[in-house]
């Protein structure tokens, strides 16, 4: 891998999403753009390069992305009230999509200001389920 | 024969039999959701009628609306697949009722086999042995705490209703008991309608082996050798193969012999599947009965592909009333077949994932079937179970079959919304898939560092594709270095 650092890599459009990707070694690639993200596939494995570089590394580490559903859900059960002090993977919501049940934990302890959703609604992704103010 | 069937289903399943209609002449109705107007499965039967908004609650798990489906487009049969409706005995009853044939065993029979009390006592009756385990009559918290420390821990906690993997809980000492019980509950209601919940004892890494049986009207009950399901994920199964590495001709022999006596004991008739747990390996290796399921398993296409049969044009043929198209003596085992079940779910962290599926080719080689329920432009709803198509690779022994899989998930792009096909391949390339040393707790053990192959920086390719798909809408050659003015630094991040 090392010793081809340098080479060209060769892009050829094969036409309906299809690139052949040459960099010493010929394979075949496909890609698709949407909302600004390219999505391509490679070997089996799927790359998602966003438009800009502002877009966060998935993985869930953000404190703010962990308080969000992963995924339109329904939530099923808010299992904290406003003001309470909450420690590292507390249950905050239960959220149920696809049959499965999703449950949004405490990233850090912390104390719960507010809760932005209510058991019942149908949630959509990005948008924080509530929030909380993390102690010194 | 039936003239016109109606599938009480969706997805791959629902193309699956309309398929087997298409071959045998037999005009096929799709039900579908609001969800689903546009779906592979309307789009594919030669009729469809809606049946309901998209919750499944009040579409695809509606007894009246299916009824009345089949009602309105005159057909004679109604196929339920797997899933939804399959192995309700109300459906089958509601059939009965309205003169339809219901594709699968009697009301009565999907009844008993669908309480986990009743059916461990017949398949204890014909002398099949049974893992330890009861549904608490006192469905309390206090009674099923009882229960599980009666039974001895480890514990599953699960619906007693139902199947799928769906509400059950792995609980490993009383203190962690009540939240599991708590959550079981809400989802065995939320899927079934019922939370009653059975508690048995966790054996530890065992497999999970299950065979095929088909009984006709006529007295005859055959099966069709075992399906190897180890490899499950929260007990929803990933990879299946056939024949299992784990089974010998003799065990063979006793796990067909025992799948078959319980087919006799509960009256079976049509397609079930006789579930076993696996203590061991080798001619004297221990198998417990777990359960039947009394319907079409998703993964019968290994079957069909190494005993050369068609498993849905004989369900058809026994639930028309015609014999078996084959005797036990007739089957038999060639080569080897794996499935790999693909999931509309995130690789590395398993969430599942609803979207625009912008690009799905289906790679198309010698060996390798596709069953899919989805098409490219499609949209994954939320409110259906992610699993998008299913990869059976057939070859004449097991590691030509893991080969043409894994080359096959290779060529297999679906873009728009993240599958787990790099985890599958991740799999198959596994050193214990690959000596077939395994048991249902492999993904659990291995998950996390497999999740940790996948996490790497994307190689430049990926960059050089990107750059090329965006700076000229796809349409021009592109030639780029890795070193030197970097065209692609641009672009920041790369999401993997």
Known sequence: MSNRGDRPITVVPLGAGRFQVDDGRSRRTAF????????????????????????ARRGGTDDAAALMAPMPATVVNIHVSEGQQVSRDTLLISLEAMKMELPIKAPRAG?????????????????????????? | ??????????????????????????????????????????????????????????????????????????????????????????????????GLTFVGPPPEVIAQMGSKIVARRLAEQAGVPVVPGETPADQSDAAIVAAATRIGFPVLIKPSEGGGGIGMKEVYDAAALVDAIAQARREATAAFGDGTLYVERLIGAPRHVEFQVLSDHHGHVTHVFERECSIQRRHQKVI????????????????????????????????????????????????????MNTRLQVEHPVTEQVAGIDLVRAQLLVAAGEPLPWTQEQLDQRGHA????????????????????????????????????????????????????????????????????????RAFPILGIRTNIP???????????????????????????LAGKLAGEPPPEVQAVAVAARSTDGQNSVETTRSGIDPWTSLGSVRV
Request: hydrophobic share 45%; proline share 6%.
């Open chain 2, 240 to 291: 299946e193969e056939t024949p299992s590495t784990a089974v010998t001709p003799a065990l063979r022999a006793r796990m067909g012999a025992a799948a078959v006596a319980v087919a006799k004991a509960a009256g079976y008739r049509n397609a079930g599947t006789v579930e076993f747990l696996v203590d061991g390996s080798g001619d004297k290796a221990g198998f417990y009965f777990l359960e």
């Open chain 2, 423 to 449: 985890m599958l391949i991740e799999l198959l390339e596994h050193p214990r898939f690959v000596a077939g040393t395994l048991d249902t707790r492999l993904m659990d053990t291995e998950g996390s560092a």
């Open chain 1, 32 to 55: 698709a753009v949407a909302a600004g993200d390219t999505w391509v596939f490679l070997d089996g494995r799927v790359f998602v390069v966003p438009q800009s570089g502002a877009v």
């Open chain 2, 1 to 98: 024969m039936f003239q016109r069937l109606l599938i009480a289903n969706r997805g791959e399943i629902a193309v699956r039999i309309i398929r087997a209609c298409r071959e045998m002449g037999i005009e096929s109705v799709a039900v579908y959701s609001d969800a689903d107007r546009a779906a592979l499965h309307v789009t594919l039967a030669d009729r469809a009628v809606r049946i309901g908004p998209p919750p499944s609650a009040e579409s695809y798990l509606s007894i009246n609306a299916i009824i009345e489906a089949a009602r309105s487009s005159g057909a004679q049969a109604v196929h339920p697949g797997y899933g939804f409706l399959s192995e309700n005995q109300d459906l089958a009853s509601a059939c009965a009722a309205a």
């Open chain 1, 111 to 136: 104390r719960v200001t507010a809760i932005r959703c209510r058991a019942g609604e149908l949630v959509q992704p990005g948008v924080p389920l509530l929030e909380i103010e993390h102690g010194p």
């Open chain 2, 338 to 409: 794996i499935e790999a079940r693909i999931y509309a779910e995130d690789p590395i962290t398993h969430l599942p994932q609803a979207g625009p599926v912008l690009l799905y080719r289906e790679p198309s080689m010698p060996g390798v079937r596709v069953d899919s329920g989805i098409i490219e432009g499609a949209e994954v709803s939320v409110h259906y179970d992610p699993l998008l198509a299913k990869l059976i690779a057939w070859g004449e022994h097991r590691e030509i079959a893991r080969r043409r899989a894994i080359v096959a998930l």
